[in-house]
C-alpha cells in the first residue's frame, strides 16, 4: 500500500529525492512520515506531513530535508539535500491515523508501512 523509492549511493553534500508513492485511500484524515533506521540503531523519526500539509522535522535534519506531497500523484516526496554520512540509513515511508494529531515521531502509531530504500552517503 506503500511503495518507497529513490535511495541510493551519493556523496557527502549531494542530494537525493525519496518518494512514497500512497495508495488510493477513501479517507483523507491520515499523515505520511518518514523513518530511518541506521545499522545498529533504532529507527528514528525524520520528517512527517499532516492531513492538513502541515510538516514536522526532526532537529538532525531541519533546514536540509524537505517534505512535500502530490495530492494528484499520490506521492509524498523527501528532498534531502546537503546529505552527511550520518544521513545514511534504511528510509522508510509510513501512514497513520491518528487525527487530530498532527504528526508523530513514534513509529508504533503508524499503521501502513512501505519497504525501506536505502541511503548511503560516503564521506
Known amino acids: 500500500q506503500l511503495q518507497a523509492s529513490g535511495g541510493g549511493l551519493v556523496q557527502a553534500g549531494e542530494s537525493l529525492r525519496l518518494a512514497c508513492v500512497v495508495s488510493v485511500y477513501t479517507r483523507n484524515d491520515y499523515a505520511i512520515g518518514w523513518f530511518r533506521q541506521a545499522p545498529g540503531k533504532e529507527r528514528e523519526g525524520v520528517s512527517c506531513?499532516?492531513?492538513?500539509?502541515?510538516?514536522y522535522y526532526a532537529d538532525s535534519v531541519k533546514g536540509r530535508f524537505t517534505i512535500s506531497k502530490d495530492n494528484i500523484k499520490g506521492t509524498v516526496y523527501l528532498q534531502m539535500n546537503s546529505l552527511k554520512p550520518e544521513d545514511t540509513a534504511v528510509y522508510y515511508c509510513?501512514?497513520?491515523?491518528?487525527?487530530?494529531?498532527?504528526?508523530?515521531?513514534?513509529?508504533?502509531?503508524?499503521?501502513?508501512w512501505g519497504q525501506g530504500t536505502l541511503v548511503t552517503v560516503s564521506s
Open positions: 509510513a501512514l497513520g491515523f491518528f487525527y487530530p494529531k498532527s504528526y508523530s515521531w513514534y513509529s508504533r502509531e503508524y499503521d501502513y
Open positions: 506531513i499532516s492531513h492538513d500539509g502541515s510538516t
